[in-house]
């Protein structure tokens, strides 16, 4: 999935680099390689890339990364594939 850019600046993941352990369970769980680590910690290498599934915030354990999961184009890609008519928010 390398190379997928959403709008860019929009994403809401946020990564407290603080509380981040090192366990690398974000980057092994997200589908487009938004994290890498850096300096011994998860790092958002590529936030654009991000379609706010939430798989990350659900799996880190330590609660360091925060993310609306539901929105944008996430909602979108399942909504569509789940048959929904309104798959995405930004048509009528």
């Known amino acids: 999935m390398n190379g997928l850019s959403y709008l860019r600046n929009v994403v809401t993941l946020q990564l407290d680099r603080e509380k981040c352990v090192a366990c690398g369970t974000c980057e092994d769980v997200c589908p487009h390689d938004v994290f890498a680590s850096m300096d011994g910690k998860s790092t958002i290498c590529n936030s654009d ?22 929105v944008g184009c996430a909602a979108a890609v399942i909504n569509a594939a789940l048959g929904r008519s ?7």
């Open 86 to 92: 309104d798959a995405c928010c930004c048509t009528e």
């Open 49 to 70: 890339a991000c379609m706010e599934c939430g798989a990350c915030a659900l799996n880190c354990a330590p609660g360091a990364i925060m993310v609306d999961s539901g």
